[in-house]
Each structure stands twice: as C-alpha cells, then as structure tokens.
T-cell receptor, first 117, second 116 residues
C-alpha cells in the first residue's frame, strides 16, 4: 500500500519553456504532499508543502512564481517549473504522508530528472 | 542548526559482512520519530525502518536494525549480511510533531558501497 506515482520520470526541455510534473497518491488520500529538489550527491531539499485546496507553503529562497504548485484533489499535486533555465536542471521528487501519526513514513514518488538545454 | 548529522559521507563494506551507518539528531521535543531511507542510483526513496522516541526496544526489519541510544541522540542503522544490492545512498530523517506540517528533516546521507 501507500504508493506514490510521479510522472514523468525524466524530461528534457528547452530554456524558456515550462514543465509540469505530476505526483499522485494511488491508494490513499494525501491532504499534504511535499516537493523536494535534490542536487547530485546531496540530500533532499524541501521546496514546498502542498496542501489540498489551499495555497502551497514555500521554503525560504524558493521562488513561488517560478515553481507553481497546485494540489487540486486529495490524490494529485503538480509542480510546474515556469520559464525553465539550465540552472533549474535537477532531480525533483514528491512525497506524501501515509498518515498523520508520528510513525507514518513519507512515501516517495520515483522522482523526475529535469534537464534544461 | 543541523538537526540530523551523518558523519560518514562514504562507507565500504565487504559482501556478507555487517555495517553500521551513523546518525545523530538534535531536538528538544520529547516526542519524535526517526526514519531511515535508502536511495539507489535510480533515485527512488525506499523506506527502511522507523524508531519512535518512546519505543523501548530497538527497531528491527529483516536485515536492518536500529541502534537507538536516546541519551546520546543517536540512531545508527545496522545492516547485517550486506548484499551487493545494498549499495546506495542512505538517509537518516527525523519527524517532529511540533514542526509545521509534521515535515521530515533529512541528513546529508551516507553512500554505502558493498564490495564483492
């Protein structure tokens, strides 16, 4: 149980275009999802917390107008990288909590490798 | 301040031997959860094991066990009988109930290489 699906797994786009990444909880409802960015050989960096039906909460230093997050349903959150530039190339990974109790782990999607040329 | 510290950027272990990956954490909350995740080169994050701050016994999950020393604020992961497929990045993470959104804080990770 607690499967999170992320799509696409990789994408190459030209500088200036926008890219949308989808994150779905397949067998559970996720009122909260988290978006992370990971640079090579580094840990996960939280970008934003996505809340169903309300605005996302962005971490300090993350441009909300560049990384648009929409959480329109209990099973889907999307991250749109707008006007992508080569420095946006990275590994983006979403996650959702399996429950609200303390021992509920985060369940992750398989990540999206974004390359901006 | 760093909440999760993993002091070993890289570790090597011989196949079939045991290995310990270190993790220390910092929190003032008496209630918290500690998690270990494995990230293979393909990128997915795989949940391995959980330890609650009030748990009396060390967590075990197959070949994974957690050496939880609460007073020292350490939660080391022990992998027994290492296999080649254990080669991956390993992240220690903490969840605090009073942290907004009950989010997780991840350590910098340890890259484990299992040698044949």
């Amino acid at each position: 149980g607690a499967v999170v699906s992320q799509h696409p797994s990789w994408v190459i786009c030209k500088s200036g275009t926008s890219v949308k990444i989808e994150c779905r909880s397949l067998d559970f409802q996720a009122t909260t999802m988290f978006w992370y960015r990971q640079f090579p050989k580094q840990s996960l960096m939280l970008m934003a917390t996505s809340n169903e039906g309300s605005k996302a909460t962005y971490e300090q230093g993350v441009e909300k107008d560049k990384f648009l997050i929409n959480h329109a349903s209990l099973t889907l959150s999307t991250l749109t990288v707008t006007s992508a530039h080569p420095e946006d190339s990275s590994f983006y990974i979403c996650s959702a909590r399996g429950g609200t109790v303390l021992n509920s782990p985060l369940h992750f999607g398989n990540g999206t490798r974004l390359t901006v040329t | 301040a760093q909440k999760i510290t993993q002091t070993q950027p890289g570790m090597f272990v011989q196949e079939k031997e045991a290995v310990t990956l270190d993790c220390t954490y910092d929190t003032s909350d008496p209630s918290y959860g500690l998690f270990w995740y494995k990230q293979p080169s393909s990128g997915e994050m795989i949940f391995l094991i959980y330890q609650g701050s009030y748990d009396q016994q060390n967590a075990t999950e197959g070949r994974y066990s957690l050496n939880f020393q609460k007073a020292r604020k350490s939660a080391n992961l022990v992998i027994s009988a290492s296999q080649l497929g254990d080669s991956a990045m390993y992240f220690c993470a903490m969840r605090e109930p009073n942290f907004y959104g009950q989010n997780f804080v991840f350590g910098p990770g340890t890259r484990l290489s299992v040698l044949p």
